[in-house]
Protein backbone atom coordinates (compact mmCIF):
# COMPACT_ATOMS: atom_id res chain seq x y z
CA UNK A 1 0.00 0.00 0.00
CA UNK A 2 1.79 3.19 -1.14
CA UNK A 3 0.76 7.12 -0.31
CA UNK A 4 1.52 9.96 -3.23
CA UNK A 5 1.79 13.05 -2.05
CA UNK A 6 1.00 15.56 -4.60
CA UNK A 7 1.34 19.49 -4.11
CA UNK A 8 -0.87 22.76 -5.30
CA UNK A 9 1.31 23.02 -8.35
CA UNK A 10 1.87 19.13 -9.22
CA UNK A 11 -1.71 19.10 -11.13
CA UNK A 12 -0.77 16.91 -13.95
CA UNK A 13 -3.17 14.00 -15.17
CA UNK A 14 0.07 12.36 -17.31
CA UNK A 15 2.16 12.64 -14.92
CA UNK A 16 3.93 8.97 -14.98
CA UNK A 17 3.32 8.88 -11.50
CA UNK A 18 0.25 7.63 -11.29
CA UNK A 19 0.84 4.75 -13.62
CA UNK A 20 3.08 3.89 -10.13
CA UNK A 21 0.12 3.34 -8.14
CA UNK A 22 -2.99 0.64 -7.78
CA UNK A 23 -6.08 2.65 -7.79
CA UNK A 24 -7.24 -0.56 -5.60
CA UNK A 25 -4.91 -0.16 -2.87
CA UNK A 26 -3.09 2.80 -2.83
CA UNK A 27 -3.90 6.34 -2.06
CA UNK A 28 -3.11 9.63 -2.74
CA UNK A 29 -2.80 12.66 -0.50
CA UNK A 30 -3.61 16.46 -1.55
CA UNK A 31 -4.14 19.35 1.03
CA UNK A 32 -4.91 23.03 1.35
CA UNK A 33 -2.43 24.11 4.21
CA UNK A 34 -1.57 26.97 6.02
CA UNK A 35 2.00 27.24 5.92
CA UNK A 36 1.87 27.40 2.30
CA UNK A 37 -1.09 29.91 1.75
CA UNK A 38 1.05 32.35 3.91
CA UNK A 39 4.44 31.43 2.85
CA UNK A 40 4.13 34.74 1.33
CA UNK A 41 0.80 36.91 1.59
CA UNK A 42 -0.50 35.55 -1.90
CA UNK A 43 -2.83 37.43 -3.66
CA UNK A 44 -6.52 36.14 -2.94
CA UNK A 45 -6.71 35.42 -7.20
CA UNK A 46 -3.81 33.18 -6.48
CA UNK A 47 -4.52 31.17 -3.84
CA UNK A 48 -8.47 30.65 -5.11
CA UNK A 49 -7.13 29.11 -8.35
CA UNK A 50 -4.35 26.91 -6.57
CA UNK A 51 -7.63 25.40 -4.33
CA UNK A 52 -9.64 25.13 -7.21
CA UNK A 53 -7.74 23.79 -9.45
CA UNK A 54 -6.56 21.23 -6.27
CA UNK A 55 -10.39 20.23 -5.83
CA UNK A 56 -10.91 20.20 -9.71
CA UNK A 57 -7.85 17.53 -9.81
CA UNK A 58 -8.83 15.46 -7.28
CA UNK A 59 -12.40 15.09 -8.41
CA UNK A 60 -10.72 14.35 -11.83
CA UNK A 61 -8.44 11.64 -10.02
CA UNK A 62 -11.28 10.10 -8.25
CA UNK A 63 -13.22 9.56 -12.11
CA UNK A 64 -10.81 7.69 -12.91
CA UNK A 65 -10.65 5.92 -9.70
CA UNK A 66 -8.06 6.56 -7.75
CA UNK A 67 -8.41 6.62 -3.78
CA UNK A 68 -7.98 10.67 -3.00
CA UNK A 69 -7.45 11.84 0.76
CA UNK A 70 -8.46 15.77 0.26
CA UNK A 71 -8.14 18.09 3.35
CA UNK A 72 -9.52 21.67 2.58
CA UNK A 73 -8.42 24.49 4.27
CA UNK A 74 -11.05 24.68 7.09
CA UNK A 75 -9.77 21.26 7.79
CA UNK A 76 -6.41 21.51 8.12
CA UNK A 77 -6.20 25.16 9.17
CA UNK A 78 -6.54 24.76 13.03
CA UNK A 79 -4.87 20.89 12.95
CA UNK A 80 -2.30 20.66 10.95
CA UNK A 81 0.02 23.98 9.57
CA UNK A 82 2.72 22.00 7.45
CA UNK A 83 2.93 19.43 5.29
CA UNK A 84 4.86 17.41 7.50
CA UNK A 85 2.49 17.22 10.56
CA UNK A 86 -0.06 16.03 8.09
CA UNK A 87 1.83 13.57 6.42
CA UNK A 88 2.99 12.31 10.02
CA UNK A 89 -1.09 11.54 10.63
CA UNK A 90 -1.54 10.06 7.44
CA UNK A 91 0.76 7.61 8.01
CA UNK A 92 -0.19 7.09 11.56
CA UNK A 93 -3.87 6.21 10.20
CA UNK A 94 -2.88 3.47 7.40
CA UNK A 95 -0.59 0.94 7.18
CA UNK A 96 1.72 2.26 4.19
CA UNK A 97 4.81 0.74 2.68
CA UNK A 98 6.12 3.26 0.72
CA UNK A 99 5.86 6.67 0.19
CA UNK A 100 5.73 8.24 -2.94
CA UNK A 101 6.40 11.78 -3.77
CA UNK A 102 6.94 13.98 -7.15
CA UNK A 103 10.37 16.66 -7.30
CA UNK A 104 8.44 19.96 -5.56
CA UNK A 105 9.44 23.12 -7.31
CA UNK A 106 11.43 24.97 -4.76
CA UNK A 107 14.52 24.40 -2.13
CA UNK A 108 12.14 25.11 1.11
CA UNK A 109 10.13 22.17 0.05
CA UNK A 110 13.44 19.75 -1.41
CA UNK A 111 14.69 20.17 2.04
CA UNK A 112 11.62 18.94 3.70
CA UNK A 113 11.48 15.90 1.02
CA UNK A 114 14.92 14.97 1.98
CA UNK A 115 14.61 15.00 5.71
CA UNK A 116 11.55 12.80 5.57
CA UNK A 117 13.70 10.01 3.53
CA UNK A 118 16.54 10.23 6.48
CA UNK A 119 13.20 10.42 8.97
CA UNK A 120 10.07 8.45 7.88
CA UNK A 121 9.57 4.70 8.76
CA UNK A 122 8.57 3.77 5.16
CA UNK A 123 10.95 4.30 2.09
CA UNK A 124 10.86 7.41 0.10
CA UNK A 125 10.88 7.40 -3.56
CA UNK A 126 10.83 10.79 -5.63
CA UNK A 127 9.79 11.28 -9.57
CA UNK A 128 11.17 13.59 -11.97
CA UNK A 129 8.82 16.58 -12.58
CA UNK A 130 6.64 16.57 -15.28
CA UNK A 131 6.06 19.90 -16.04
CA UNK A 132 9.38 20.97 -17.45
CA UNK A 133 10.64 20.18 -20.92
CA UNK A 134 14.11 19.13 -19.67
CA UNK A 135 14.33 17.33 -16.52
CA UNK A 136 16.38 19.04 -13.52
CA UNK A 137 19.24 16.71 -14.14
CA UNK A 138 20.09 17.55 -17.64
CA UNK A 139 19.42 21.10 -16.32
CA UNK A 140 22.40 20.81 -14.00
CA UNK A 141 24.78 19.25 -16.74
CA UNK A 142 23.72 22.46 -18.80
CA UNK A 143 25.17 24.46 -16.22
CA UNK A 144 27.76 22.78 -15.13
CA UNK A 145 30.97 24.66 -15.36
CA UNK A 146 29.79 27.42 -17.34
CA UNK A 147 31.08 30.79 -16.56
CA UNK A 148 28.56 32.50 -18.67
CA UNK A 149 25.72 30.50 -18.90
CA UNK A 150 23.62 32.48 -20.82
CA UNK A 151 19.91 31.64 -21.97
CA UNK A 152 20.65 32.42 -25.80
CA UNK A 153 23.19 29.70 -25.37
CA UNK A 154 21.21 27.62 -23.54
CA UNK A 155 18.01 28.60 -25.96
CA UNK A 156 19.88 27.38 -28.92
CA UNK A 157 20.76 24.10 -27.35
CA UNK A 158 17.45 23.17 -26.22
CA UNK A 159 15.62 23.47 -29.98
CA UNK A 160 18.26 21.59 -31.32
CA UNK A 161 17.18 19.28 -28.98
CA UNK A 162 13.68 19.20 -29.61
CA UNK A 163 13.69 20.11 -32.95
CA UNK A 164 11.11 22.87 -32.27
CA UNK A 165 10.95 24.80 -35.19
CA UNK A 166 14.13 23.69 -37.00
CA UNK A 167 14.57 22.47 -40.13
CA UNK A 168 16.80 19.71 -40.02
CA UNK A 169 20.18 20.97 -38.05
CA UNK A 170 18.98 25.38 -39.43
CA UNK A 171 16.45 27.63 -37.68
CA UNK A 172 13.54 28.15 -39.23
CA UNK A 173 13.32 31.69 -41.06
CA UNK A 174 17.30 31.72 -41.02
CA UNK A 175 18.03 32.46 -37.46
CA UNK A 176 17.51 31.38 -33.93
CA UNK A 177 16.42 34.84 -32.60
CA UNK A 178 13.67 36.76 -34.10
CA UNK A 179 13.98 39.51 -30.80
CA UNK A 180 14.52 42.50 -33.07
CA UNK A 181 11.83 42.27 -34.14
CA UNK A 182 9.58 41.90 -30.85
CA UNK A 183 9.81 45.91 -30.14
CA UNK A 184 7.18 47.42 -31.63
CA UNK A 185 5.84 50.52 -29.87
CA UNK A 186 2.12 50.39 -28.96
CA UNK A 187 0.23 52.34 -31.31
CA UNK A 188 -2.75 54.28 -31.01
CA UNK A 189 -6.17 53.40 -31.56
CA UNK A 190 -4.87 49.22 -31.57
CA UNK A 191 -7.96 46.67 -29.26
CA UNK A 192 -6.15 43.77 -28.62
CA UNK A 193 -9.11 40.81 -27.95
CA UNK A 194 -10.10 39.90 -25.13
CA UNK A 195 -8.68 36.38 -23.43
CA UNK A 196 -11.37 33.73 -22.89
CA UNK A 197 -13.31 33.92 -19.68
CA UNK A 198 -14.31 30.95 -17.66
CA UNK A 199 -17.47 31.06 -15.61
CA UNK A 200 -17.06 29.75 -11.77
CA UNK A 201 -18.72 26.56 -11.26
CA UNK A 202 -20.04 25.42 -7.73
CA UNK A 203 -16.10 24.36 -6.83
CA UNK A 204 -14.57 27.94 -7.51
CA UNK A 205 -17.83 29.05 -6.00
CA UNK A 206 -17.01 27.73 -2.68
CA UNK A 207 -13.41 28.28 -3.02
CA UNK A 208 -13.53 32.16 -3.52
CA UNK A 209 -15.96 32.52 -0.52
CA UNK A 210 -13.64 30.61 1.29
CA UNK A 211 -10.59 32.81 0.40
CA UNK A 212 -12.83 35.70 0.96
CA UNK A 213 -13.15 34.69 4.31
CA UNK A 214 -9.84 33.43 5.67
CA UNK A 215 -7.50 35.67 3.40
CA UNK A 216 -9.34 39.18 3.64
CA UNK A 217 -5.76 41.25 4.10
CA UNK A 218 -4.49 39.71 1.19
CA UNK A 219 -3.88 41.34 -2.24
CA UNK A 220 -6.22 40.81 -4.92
CA UNK A 221 -9.47 41.31 -5.69
CA UNK A 222 -12.14 38.10 -6.39
CA UNK A 223 -14.32 39.41 -8.56
CA UNK A 224 -11.62 39.03 -11.51
CA UNK A 225 -11.52 35.36 -10.87
CA UNK A 226 -12.24 33.95 -14.11
CA UNK A 227 -9.29 31.49 -14.83
CA UNK A 228 -9.62 28.04 -16.13
CA UNK A 229 -9.12 25.66 -12.95
CA UNK A 230 -9.32 22.54 -15.09
CA UNK A 231 -6.47 20.95 -17.65
CA UNK A 232 -9.67 20.82 -20.58
CA UNK A 233 -9.88 24.36 -19.80
CA UNK A 234 -6.58 25.55 -20.14
CA UNK A 235 -6.26 23.97 -23.13
CA UNK A 236 -9.12 26.53 -24.18
CA UNK A 237 -7.06 29.29 -23.14
CA UNK A 238 -3.96 28.36 -25.13
CA UNK A 239 -6.45 27.69 -28.12
CA UNK A 240 -7.92 31.20 -27.48
CA UNK A 241 -4.49 32.42 -27.52
CA UNK A 242 -3.58 30.92 -30.62
CA UNK A 243 -6.47 31.62 -32.33
CA UNK A 244 -6.68 35.28 -31.24
CA UNK A 245 -3.43 36.84 -30.43
CA UNK A 246 -0.55 34.69 -31.50
CA UNK A 247 0.30 36.48 -34.79
CA UNK A 248 0.89 39.69 -33.10
CA UNK A 249 2.31 38.72 -29.78
CA UNK A 250 6.15 38.88 -31.40
CA UNK A 251 5.46 42.61 -32.77
CA UNK A 252 3.60 44.07 -29.37
CA UNK A 253 5.91 41.60 -26.94
CA UNK A 254 7.95 44.55 -25.84
CA UNK A 255 4.83 47.26 -25.65
CA UNK A 256 3.64 48.95 -22.59
CA UNK A 257 -0.21 49.71 -23.50
CA UNK A 258 -2.54 52.28 -21.32
CA UNK A 259 -5.07 50.08 -20.16
CA UNK A 260 -4.55 47.20 -21.91
CA UNK A 261 -3.50 45.25 -18.93
CA UNK A 262 -2.79 41.67 -21.57
CA UNK A 263 -1.62 43.51 -24.77
CA UNK A 264 -1.26 40.21 -27.05
CA UNK A 265 0.39 38.46 -23.90
CA UNK A 266 -0.88 34.58 -23.62
CA UNK A 267 -1.90 34.60 -19.91
CA UNK A 268 -1.01 30.65 -19.86
CA UNK A 269 2.20 30.65 -17.19
CA UNK A 270 0.03 30.08 -14.21
CA UNK A 271 -1.63 27.01 -16.11
CA UNK A 272 1.72 25.97 -17.03
CA UNK A 273 3.19 26.30 -13.94
CA UNK A 274 0.46 24.99 -11.83
CA UNK A 275 0.93 21.36 -14.04
CA UNK A 276 -2.74 22.22 -16.16
CA UNK A 277 -0.59 22.53 -19.53
CA UNK A 278 2.21 21.16 -20.45
CA UNK A 279 5.19 23.50 -21.71
CA UNK A 280 5.77 21.09 -24.78
CA UNK A 281 2.60 20.83 -25.45
CA UNK A 282 2.37 24.70 -25.76
CA UNK A 283 5.44 25.08 -27.62
CA UNK A 284 4.19 22.58 -30.55
CA UNK A 285 0.81 24.04 -30.84
CA UNK A 286 2.62 27.74 -31.40
CA UNK A 287 4.99 25.68 -33.84
CA UNK A 288 2.23 23.89 -35.56
CA UNK A 289 0.25 27.56 -36.13
CA UNK A 290 3.52 28.57 -37.95
CA UNK A 291 3.74 25.94 -40.26
CA UNK A 292 0.02 27.00 -40.73
CA UNK A 293 0.41 30.11 -41.71
CA UNK A 294 -1.51 31.18 -38.95
CA UNK A 295 1.59 33.25 -37.16
CA UNK A 296 4.83 34.79 -38.68
CA UNK A 297 8.10 33.73 -37.52
CA UNK A 298 8.54 36.58 -34.95
CA UNK A 299 5.68 36.14 -33.05
CA UNK A 300 6.32 31.75 -33.08
CA UNK A 301 9.60 32.05 -32.18
CA UNK A 302 9.14 35.15 -30.15
CA UNK A 303 6.70 33.19 -27.96
CA UNK A 304 8.94 29.50 -27.97
CA UNK A 305 11.98 31.36 -26.94
CA UNK A 306 9.50 32.13 -23.68
CA UNK A 307 8.45 28.99 -22.59
CA UNK A 308 11.67 26.76 -24.27
CA UNK A 309 14.22 29.77 -23.38
CA UNK A 310 13.77 31.56 -20.55
CA UNK A 311 11.05 29.47 -18.25
CA UNK A 312 13.56 26.07 -18.74
CA UNK A 313 16.64 28.01 -18.44
CA UNK A 314 15.45 30.00 -15.29
CA UNK A 315 14.38 26.78 -13.25
CA UNK A 316 17.92 25.31 -14.25
CA UNK A 317 19.37 28.46 -12.95
CA UNK A 318 17.49 28.32 -9.46
CA UNK A 319 18.40 24.41 -8.93
CA UNK A 320 22.33 25.08 -9.94
CA UNK A 321 22.63 27.95 -7.65
CA UNK A 322 20.91 26.25 -4.45
CA UNK A 323 19.36 28.18 -1.75
CA UNK A 324 22.25 30.91 -1.13
CA UNK A 325 21.18 32.94 -4.46
CA UNK A 326 17.94 34.16 -2.42
CA UNK A 327 20.81 36.00 -0.19
CA UNK A 328 22.59 38.04 -3.53
CA UNK A 329 22.90 41.97 -2.97
CA UNK A 330 25.10 42.69 -5.82
CA UNK A 331 24.37 46.35 -5.33
CA UNK A 332 24.50 46.79 -1.52
CA UNK A 333 20.26 47.52 -2.22
CA UNK A 334 18.50 47.77 0.81
CA UNK A 335 16.04 50.93 0.53
CA UNK A 336 12.46 49.56 1.80
CA UNK A 337 9.47 48.97 -0.30
CA UNK A 338 7.28 52.38 -0.49
CA UNK A 339 4.25 51.79 1.04
CA UNK A 340 2.42 52.33 -2.64
CA UNK A 341 3.77 48.98 -3.73
CA UNK A 342 1.23 47.24 -0.81
CA UNK A 343 -1.17 50.00 -1.27
CA UNK A 344 -1.24 50.49 -5.31
CA UNK A 345 -1.66 54.35 -5.23
CA UNK A 346 1.38 56.39 -6.79
CA UNK A 347 1.19 59.05 -8.99
CA UNK A 348 3.88 58.12 -12.10
CA UNK A 349 1.26 56.42 -14.53
CA UNK A 350 3.61 53.08 -15.91
CA UNK A 351 4.35 52.11 -12.16
CA UNK A 352 0.45 53.06 -11.08
CA UNK A 353 -0.67 50.55 -14.16
CA UNK A 354 1.72 47.66 -13.38
CA UNK A 355 1.27 47.90 -9.47
CA UNK A 356 -2.44 48.37 -10.00
CA UNK A 357 -2.82 45.64 -12.31
CA UNK A 358 -0.53 43.46 -10.40
CA UNK A 359 -2.06 43.52 -6.62
CA UNK A 360 -5.85 43.84 -8.38
CA UNK A 361 -5.36 41.17 -10.88
CA UNK A 362 -2.75 39.08 -10.34
CA UNK A 363 -0.86 40.19 -12.98
CA UNK A 364 1.34 42.39 -15.07
CA UNK A 365 2.73 41.22 -18.16
CA UNK A 366 6.46 40.92 -18.50
CA UNK A 367 7.89 44.38 -19.87
CA UNK A 368 5.60 46.39 -16.34
CA UNK A 369 6.89 43.46 -14.34
CA UNK A 370 11.15 43.63 -16.14
CA UNK A 371 11.13 47.81 -17.25
CA UNK A 372 8.34 49.40 -15.28
CA UNK A 373 8.31 47.83 -11.48
CA UNK A 374 11.71 46.01 -11.58
CA UNK A 375 13.32 49.01 -13.28
CA UNK A 376 12.08 51.50 -10.90
CA UNK A 377 13.36 48.86 -7.82
CA UNK A 378 16.59 48.83 -9.58
CA UNK A 379 17.38 52.41 -9.67
CA UNK A 380 15.57 53.22 -6.66
CA UNK A 381 18.19 50.43 -4.90
CA UNK A 382 15.23 48.70 -3.08
CA UNK A 383 15.37 45.83 -0.95
CA UNK A 384 16.21 42.60 -2.44
CA UNK A 385 14.80 40.60 -0.50
CA UNK A 386 11.34 43.03 0.16
CA UNK A 387 11.37 42.75 -3.76
CA UNK A 388 11.50 39.25 -4.43
CA UNK A 389 8.72 38.81 -1.22
CA UNK A 390 6.59 41.41 -3.41
CA UNK A 391 7.09 39.58 -6.99
CA UNK A 392 6.10 36.04 -5.10
CA UNK A 393 3.16 37.10 -3.43
CA UNK A 394 0.98 39.01 -6.19
CA UNK A 395 1.28 37.14 -8.94
CA UNK A 396 -1.19 34.68 -9.98
CA UNK A 397 2.03 32.46 -11.55
CA UNK A 398 4.61 33.07 -8.84
CA UNK A 399 6.55 30.21 -7.57
CA UNK A 400 9.91 30.84 -5.88
CA UNK A 401 11.82 28.75 -9.15
CA UNK A 402 10.57 31.22 -11.98
CA UNK A 403 10.15 34.47 -9.57
CA UNK A 404 13.60 34.09 -8.12
CA UNK A 405 15.66 34.52 -10.95
CA UNK A 406 13.66 37.09 -13.31
CA UNK A 407 13.41 38.99 -9.72
CA UNK A 408 17.16 38.97 -8.35
CA UNK A 409 18.52 38.21 -11.48
CA UNK A 410 17.25 39.77 -14.34
CA UNK A 411 15.04 42.97 -12.87
CA UNK A 412 17.65 43.61 -9.81
CA UNK A 413 20.87 42.36 -11.12
CA UNK A 414 21.80 41.83 -7.66
CA UNK A 415 23.83 38.69 -8.73
CA UNK A 416 26.06 40.48 -10.01
CA UNK A 417 25.32 39.49 -13.95
CA UNK A 418 25.05 35.56 -13.94
CA UNK A 419 21.40 36.11 -15.18
CA UNK A 420 21.82 39.29 -17.49
CA UNK A 421 24.98 40.55 -18.95
CA UNK A 422 23.91 44.22 -17.95
CA UNK A 423 21.25 45.30 -15.57
CA UNK A 424 18.40 46.54 -17.44
CA UNK A 425 17.88 50.36 -16.34
CA UNK A 426 16.17 52.51 -18.41
CA UNK A 427 14.92 56.17 -18.15
CA UNK A 428 11.63 57.79 -18.64
CA UNK A 429 12.73 58.13 -22.22
CA UNK A 430 12.61 54.17 -23.32
CA UNK A 431 9.14 54.05 -21.47
CA UNK A 432 7.86 56.53 -23.24
CA UNK A 433 8.61 54.98 -26.57
CA UNK A 434 7.35 51.84 -25.95
CA UNK A 435 4.28 53.10 -24.84
CA UNK A 436 0.84 55.14 -24.29
CA UNK A 437 1.37 55.95 -20.32
CA UNK A 438 3.91 59.05 -20.55
CA UNK A 439 0.55 60.55 -22.34
CA UNK A 440 -1.71 60.28 -19.33
CA UNK A 441 0.85 61.08 -16.47
CA UNK A 442 1.46 63.84 -14.29
CA UNK A 443 5.41 63.53 -15.44
CA UNK A 444 7.13 64.42 -18.47
CA UNK A 445 9.10 61.57 -19.63
CA UNK A 446 11.36 64.85 -21.35
CA UNK A 447 12.29 66.43 -17.92
CA UNK A 448 15.08 65.66 -15.81
CA UNK A 449 14.57 68.01 -12.53
CA UNK A 450 11.58 69.77 -11.41
CA UNK A 451 8.32 68.84 -9.78
CA UNK A 452 7.06 67.75 -13.48
CA UNK A 453 10.25 65.34 -14.08
CA UNK A 454 9.82 61.70 -14.62
CA UNK A 455 11.11 60.18 -11.78
CA UNK A 456 12.85 57.30 -13.69
CA UNK A 457 15.10 60.21 -15.44
CA UNK A 458 17.24 61.48 -12.59
CA UNK A 459 16.91 57.98 -10.63
CA UNK A 460 18.34 56.57 -13.71
CA UNK A 461 21.55 58.93 -13.99
CA UNK A 462 21.71 58.65 -10.05
CA UNK A 463 22.08 54.66 -10.55
CA UNK A 464 24.80 55.56 -13.67
CA UNK A 465 26.68 57.89 -11.01
CA UNK A 466 26.78 55.66 -7.88
CA UNK A 467 28.01 52.62 -9.94
CA UNK A 468 30.31 54.23 -12.28
CA UNK A 469 33.33 52.66 -11.84
CA UNK A 470 31.81 49.10 -12.11
CA UNK A 471 29.93 50.02 -15.30
CA UNK A 472 32.61 52.13 -17.09
CA UNK A 473 34.35 48.39 -17.57
CA UNK A 474 31.54 47.16 -18.62
CA UNK A 475 31.15 47.49 -22.34
CA UNK A 476 27.85 47.40 -22.26
CA UNK A 477 27.30 50.04 -20.11
CA UNK A 478 30.16 52.24 -20.61
CA UNK A 479 28.58 54.49 -23.21
CA UNK A 480 26.03 55.25 -20.03
CA UNK A 481 29.18 56.18 -18.06
CA UNK A 482 30.42 58.86 -21.08
CA UNK A 483 27.36 60.18 -21.52
CA UNK A 484 26.95 61.05 -17.80
CA UNK A 485 30.36 62.79 -17.80
CA UNK A 486 29.56 64.67 -20.97
CA UNK A 487 27.36 66.50 -18.94
CA UNK A 488 28.33 69.36 -17.10
CA UNK A 489 29.58 69.64 -13.03
CA UNK A 490 26.05 71.99 -12.28
CA UNK A 491 23.76 69.26 -14.33
CA UNK A 492 25.17 66.20 -12.62
CA UNK A 493 24.89 67.89 -8.81
CA UNK A 494 21.01 69.07 -9.72
CA UNK A 495 20.13 65.33 -11.15
CA UNK A 496 22.05 63.92 -8.29
CA UNK A 497 20.53 66.62 -5.60
CA UNK A 498 17.10 66.03 -7.30
CA UNK A 499 17.13 62.31 -7.34
CA UNK A 500 18.18 62.10 -3.54
CA UNK A 501 15.06 64.23 -2.85
CA UNK A 502 12.77 61.66 -4.75
CA UNK A 503 14.65 58.93 -2.59
CA UNK A 504 13.87 60.88 0.56
CA UNK A 505 9.97 61.37 -0.71
CA UNK A 506 9.67 58.10 -2.20
CA UNK A 507 6.50 57.17 -0.42
CA UNK A 508 4.50 60.22 -2.12
CA UNK A 509 5.89 59.88 -6.04
P1 LIG B 1 3.75 35.49 -22.19
O1 LIG B 1 4.39 36.80 -22.41
O2 LIG B 1 2.60 35.15 -23.02
O3 LIG B 1 4.91 34.40 -22.34
C1 LIG B 1 4.61 33.03 -22.63
C2 LIG B 1 5.08 32.13 -21.53
O4 LIG B 1 6.48 32.10 -21.49
C3 LIG B 1 4.63 32.49 -20.13
O5 LIG B 1 3.34 32.03 -19.88
C4 LIG B 1 5.69 31.80 -19.27
O6 LIG B 1 5.36 30.46 -19.06
C5 LIG B 1 6.92 31.87 -20.15
N1 LIG B 1 7.80 32.98 -19.78
C6 LIG B 1 7.89 34.18 -20.37
N2 LIG B 1 8.90 34.89 -19.84
C7 LIG B 1 9.42 34.13 -18.88
C8 LIG B 1 10.49 34.32 -17.97
N3 LIG B 1 11.23 35.43 -17.96
N4 LIG B 1 10.75 33.34 -17.09
C9 LIG B 1 10.03 32.21 -17.09
N5 LIG B 1 9.03 31.97 -17.94
C10 LIG B 1 8.73 32.92 -18.83
N6 LIG B 1 6.88 34.18 -14.58
C11 LIG B 1 6.23 33.26 -13.85
O7 LIG B 1 5.70 32.29 -14.40
N7 LIG B 1 6.16 33.36 -12.49
C12 LIG B 1 6.73 34.40 -11.83
O8 LIG B 1 6.67 34.46 -10.61
C13 LIG B 1 7.42 35.39 -12.59
N8 LIG B 1 8.00 36.46 -11.98
C14 LIG B 1 8.66 37.39 -12.73
C15 LIG B 1 9.27 38.46 -12.08
C16 LIG B 1 9.95 39.41 -12.81
C17 LIG B 1 10.66 40.55 -12.11
C18 LIG B 1 10.02 39.30 -14.21
C19 LIG B 1 10.76 40.32 -15.01
C20 LIG B 1 9.41 38.25 -14.85
C21 LIG B 1 8.73 37.28 -14.13
N9 LIG B 1 8.11 36.18 -14.76
C22 LIG B 1 7.47 35.24 -14.00
C23 LIG B 1 8.25 35.96 -16.20
C24 LIG B 1 7.16 36.57 -17.08
O9 LIG B 1 7.03 37.95 -16.80
C25 LIG B 1 5.83 35.87 -16.90
O10 LIG B 1 6.00 34.49 -17.13
C26 LIG B 1 4.80 36.38 -17.89
O11 LIG B 1 4.63 37.76 -17.75
C27 LIG B 1 3.48 35.66 -17.67
O12 LIG B 1 2.49 36.18 -18.51
P2 LIG B 1 2.03 35.42 -19.83
O13 LIG B 1 1.63 34.04 -19.51
O14 LIG B 1 1.02 36.31 -20.49
O15 LIG B 1 3.39 35.37 -20.64
C1 LIG C 1 0.96 28.25 -3.78
C2 LIG C 1 0.25 27.22 -2.98
C3 LIG C 1 -0.76 27.60 -2.10
C4 LIG C 1 -1.22 29.01 -2.00
N1 LIG C 1 -1.38 26.70 -1.32
C5 LIG C 1 -1.05 25.40 -1.42
C6 LIG C 1 -1.67 24.42 -0.60
O1 LIG C 1 -2.48 24.72 0.26
N2 LIG C 1 -1.33 23.13 -0.76
C7 LIG C 1 -0.39 22.75 -1.66
O2 LIG C 1 -0.14 21.55 -1.80
N3 LIG C 1 0.24 23.66 -2.42
C8 LIG C 1 -0.06 24.97 -2.31
N4 LIG C 1 0.59 25.89 -3.06
C9 LIG C 1 1.67 25.44 -3.95
C10 LIG C 1 2.91 25.08 -3.15
O3 LIG C 1 3.27 26.13 -2.29
C11 LIG C 1 3.97 24.74 -4.16
O4 LIG C 1 3.96 23.38 -4.32
C12 LIG C 1 5.34 25.24 -3.82
O5 LIG C 1 5.33 26.64 -3.88
C13 LIG C 1 6.42 24.63 -4.72
O6 LIG C 1 6.47 25.22 -5.98
Not at 129 to 141: K, T
Request: aromatic share 12%; hydrophobic share 40%; charged share 20%.
Amino acid sequence: MKLLLLLGDQLCLKHPVLQHLNPATDHILMAELPDEASYVPHNKLKIALVFSAMRHFAAALMQQGFSVHYYQYTDTKDRWQSFDALLQYQLSCFAYQALYLVEPGEHRLQSQFNQWADSLPVPVRQFDSHHFIFSRQQMLDWFAGKQQPRMEHFYQWARRQTGLLMSGSNPEGGKFNFDKHNRRAWPANLTPPKAQRFDTDDITTKVLALVEKEFAQNPGRLEHFHFAVTACQAEQALDDFIQTRLANFGDYQDALADDEPGVFHSLLSAYINLGLLAPITVCRRAEAAYYQGQAPINAVEGFIRQVLGWREYVRGLYWHCGEDYANNNHFNATHPLPKWFWQGTVRMRCVQQAVGNSLHLAYAHHIQRLMVIGNFALLAGLDVKQVCQWYLAVYIDAFEWVELPNTLGMALYADGGLLASKPYAASGNYLNKMGSHCQHCPYSPKLLTGNKACPYNSLYWRFIDIHQQEFAANPRMALMVSQWHKKSHEQRSAIRHWADGLIRRIDSL
